[in-house]
């Protein structure tokens, strides 16, 4: 019978200077390596955020924490977890001249990064593999609590805001793994706090959604609203802003973001564009083409985001919303959009266009609503009018 592993070519210590050399070859900004253990505090966390209703109804992690929180249930004979970080373009370009109301889209879902992220770990799998050993690719996947397990490779400590900085580099990165069967050296030393005395994501939240430090409310925190499916909470729909997907704030007040902001301008060679390259990013999207687009071209455009259901009427009703924060009332152009989007089929949508034309003012199109004695619809027009947007129709991005 074949033994598992074969007689290992290469002496673990050697082939850890080998992963982290293949890795930053492969576009990987920084490289750690936790060991294998179940994830005890991730997994508690999980399981009492969930008995307290602070996941808000996510899948994710939380379907099965043990699962999400055990390596050794990834790949047989877990021994080590490689751990990689891959930093994203965080200095947000000039909206574009176009007239008409944008949506703001949050720095990670700019362009995809979790593809080059998955082929730089998949690199690194590949040579632990002709090393003998197992080794499985998870990036952004309900099996494995991501920050947990860079946080324990000492990539960085968690902020208040939850997510995890990197010293010297802040948080703009996403995070991935390789778990594997390798009994690579494990790092023993996590990064201690830096935070200290500093709460600014806590108080620039514009929801309260961070409850405690590194405890998130998802059922106020808008980058899971604007995920989550079902009517989108009316308390929270003015603090939306210009958003569509994702939000950054408790990113962007950081200190240690900025500080890496900062650096990141100033060695950037004279004359580049502050957010590389424009045709790839796509940091605001025109509300209203996205509006008048049909579900097909919607799904090719933005399907690399998650979209409940892959079910596109979820980014119309952020886009009615958005365009009731931001769009100018007098454009004919929103005016007509609204007025279709209070002729849709779907009642859903037809209660965020109601809110939108009440923020903008412009009670007016209402006569062109249709059923409105459906329960969503019924509701929306009960409800107390929103404030109007005008006082913050100059500001596009984010309510800020
Ligand atoms: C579910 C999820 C969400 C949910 C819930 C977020 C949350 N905080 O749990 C929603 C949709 C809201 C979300 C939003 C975002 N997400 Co998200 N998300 C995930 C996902 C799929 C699971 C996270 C999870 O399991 N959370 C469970 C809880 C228990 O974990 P936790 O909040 O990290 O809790 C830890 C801390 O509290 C810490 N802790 C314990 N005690 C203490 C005490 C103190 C004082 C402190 C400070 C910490 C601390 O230990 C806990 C357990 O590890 C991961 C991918 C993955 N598979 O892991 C991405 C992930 C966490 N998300 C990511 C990103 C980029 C984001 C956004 C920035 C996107 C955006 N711009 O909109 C926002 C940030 C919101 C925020 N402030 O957290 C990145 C984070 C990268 C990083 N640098 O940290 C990940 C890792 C995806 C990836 N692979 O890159 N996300
Ligand atoms: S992502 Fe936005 S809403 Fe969520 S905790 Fe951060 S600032 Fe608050
Ligand atoms: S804003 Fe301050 S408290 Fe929040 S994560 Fe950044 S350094 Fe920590």
């Not at 200290?196 to 059922?219: L, S, W, Y």
């Not at 090719?300 to 009427?313: F, M």
């Not at 952020?318 to 009332?329: E, F, S, W, Y």
Request: aromatic share 6%.
């Amino acid at each position: 019978m074949r033994p598992a592993h074969p007689a290992p070519i290469t002496s673990p210590d050697e082939l850890a200077l080998e992963v982290h050399a293949l890795g930053l070859a492969h576009g990987l900004d920084a490289i750690g390596i936790a060991s294998a253990e179940p994830l005890l505090r991730a997994r508690a966390a999980l399981e009492e955020r969930k008995a307290a209703g602070l996941h808000a109804g996510m899948a994710f992690t939380y379907r099965r924490p043990v699962r999400s929180t055990t390596p050794s249930e990834l790949v047989e004979g877990a021994a080590a977890i490689v751990v990689g970080a891959r930093r994203y373009e965080s200095i947000v370009p000039p909206r574009p001249d176009a007239r008409g109301p944008y949506g703001a889209v949050a720095r990670y879902a700019w362009t995809d990064h979790y593809g080059p992220l998955k082929e730089a770990l998949g690199a690194v799998a590949a040579h632990l593999r002709r090393n003998g050993y197992r080794a499985r690719v998870l990036a952004d996947d309900n099996g494995l609590v991501d920050r947990e397990v860079a946080h324990r490779a000492g990539l960085g400590w968690f902020g208040k805001n939850a997510n995890l900085l990197r010293p010297g580099a802040g948080s703009w990165f996403v995070l991935g793994s390789v778990v594997t069967s390798a009994p690579l050296p494990v790092n023993e030393a996590p990064v201690a706090d830096r935070c200290g005395a500093c709460r600014r994501c806590i108080d620039g939240c514009p929801t309260a959604a961070i409850v405690a430090p590194g405890v998130i409310d998802a059922g106020r925190c808008l980058a899971w609203l604007v995920q989550a499916p079902g009517t989108f909470p009316r308390a929270h729909r003015e603090a939306l802003g210009a958003r569509i997907y994702g939000c950054d704030d408790c990113q962007e007040v950081c200190p240690p973001n900025q500080r890496a902001d900062t650096a990141r301008v100033r060695a950037r060679p004279a004359g580049q564009e502050p957010a590389g390259d424009p045709g790839r990013i796509e940091a605001w999207v025109s509300l209203l083409d996205l509006l008048g687009t049909d579900d097909e071209t919607l799904m090719a455009r933005h399907g690399r985001w998650y979209v409940a259901g892959r079910d596109p009427r979820w980014l119309r009703r952020n886009a009615l919303i958005a365009v009731g924060n931001v769009a100018d009332p007098a454009d004919p152009d929103v005016a007509s959009a609204l007025a279709r989007y209070l002729g849709d089929q779907d009642p859903m949508l037809r209660a965020h266009a109601v809110w939108a034309c009440r923020r903008l003012g412009r009670e007016d199109l209402l006569d062109a609503l249709v059923g409105t004695d459906e329960p969503e619809v019924a509701e929306e027009l009960a409800a107390p009018s929103p404030t109007p947007a005008q006082a913050r129709r100059q500001s596009a991005r984010g309510g800020a």
